[in-house]
């Protein structure tokens, strides 16, 4: 099992930006899918963004589609979450997660190793 760390959450008003990381250990990324959820207080885990083993297969939610960047770079074993124009719905712990394999899902009962979670936060 591989071992995720995130890294780079915060506070800030809306319209800023941040760039999450999720760092892997114990495995290596390449032969894994992986991706970001998110749990705002009071509501379920939700799906934000998935990207294939090698970056040519990505997925977003509606909510962050046009502001949400997912890439990866399989050489330094890190996925990245760029957020650009962040507002109050976009507060909650973020979440990576990671599958071995070769099919990218949006679904999070999909993926079996998972970070503990970078907390962002947007205020108005």
């Known amino acids: 099992q591989v071992q995720l760390v995130e890294s780079g959450g915060g506070l800030l008003h809306t319209g800023g930006s941040l760039r999450l990381s999720c760092a892997a250990s114990g495995g290596t990324i390449s032969s894994y899918a992986m991706g970001w959820f998110r749990r705002a207080p009071g509501k379920e885990r939700e799906f934000v963004s998935a990207i294939g083993r090698f970056g040519s297969t990505v997925y977003y939610a509606d909510s962050v589609k046009g502001r949400f960047t997912i890439s990866r770079d399989n050489a330094r074993n890190t996925m990245y979450l760029q957020m650009n124009s962040l507002n109050p719905g976009d507060t909650a712990v973020y979440y990576c997660?990671?599958?071995?394999?070769?099919?990218?899902?949006?679904?999070?009962?999909?993926?079996?190793?998972w970070g503990q979670g970078t907390q962002v936060t947007v205020s108005s």
């Open positions: 997660a990671a599958v071995r394999g070769g099919l990218t899902y949006r679904t999070a009962g999909q993926y079996d190793n």
